[in-house]
């Protein structure tokens, strides 16, 4: 089985030892380093892996700006942001800065470790359930939602409409009655926090979503 090259680059130094750890006992992944967060675009732009863990800094500059820059430098990276907060983070901009996931700090190391695993190797989007603020960051509510994946059938559906099928076409393409296929684009728009089709299409484009067979 490939061995996926991990980046591990988050602080405090004791926290970060722990998830290259988790990271390591995992069986998946070959750990390339750990490295402080400050420290995350040269250190993959020099060892060059397959998946940067990256816990944002509480203060700094914009996290899309940054995701942006490290696609830049390295196209075929799948870039995870570890969050404190997630409330405060704009999904859209996100995605279409091209994150693969969004995980919050309260998992267990190895539960990090199982997440970006499954974002790997099924092609999943793992990000936190969106609230309003969410989509513009104008309004903040309580609460700290659990992560949640997309399932691999709303992935066919987000792929297919991601090349701009009409959901009578995604319906025939995967054998389902339009009704369901309006289901899970409902789905789909809640999870991703879009607002309409163009949304979704948008945020498929920059997911690099395979085309079904």
């Known amino acids: 089985m490939r061995m996926f090259k991990v980046l591990v680059a988050c602080d405090p130094v004791q926290w970060r030892e722990t998830l290259v750890a988790a990271f390591s006992e995992n069986g998946f992944f070959d750990v390339v380093g750990g490295v402080a967060s400050g420290e995350m675009l040269e250190a993959t732009t020099a060892l060059r892996p397959d998946v940067v863990a ?11 700006a940054q995701v942006v820059e490290l696609c830049g430098r390295c196209p075929s990276v799948l870039p995870v942001l570890l969050v404190e907060d997630p409330r405060r983070l704009n999904f859209l901009g996100l995605l279409r800065a091209g994150v693969r996931g969004c995980l919050p700090l309260r998992l267990l190391p190895r539960q990090v470790a199982q997440a970006v695993e499954h974002i790997v190797q099924a092609g999943l989007v793992c990000l936190p359930r969106p609230g309003p603020e969410s989509l513009d960051g104008e309004r903040s509510e309580g609460g700290c939602f659990p992560p949640y994946q997309l399932t691999r059938r709303e992935y066919e559906v987000l792929s297919l409409l ?52």
């Open 54 to 64: 990256w816990k944002l800094e509480e203060e700094g500059d914009d996290p899309a």
């Open 162 to 213: 991601g090349q701009n099928c009409s959901n009578q076409e995604i319906a025939s393409n995967l054998c389902l009655a339009e009704s369901t296929v309006k289901t899970h684009l409902h789905n789909i728009f809640r999870k991703l926090g879009a607002q309409n089709r163009t949304e979704a299409i948008l945020a498929a484009s920059r997911l690099r979503l395979p085309k079904p067979d």
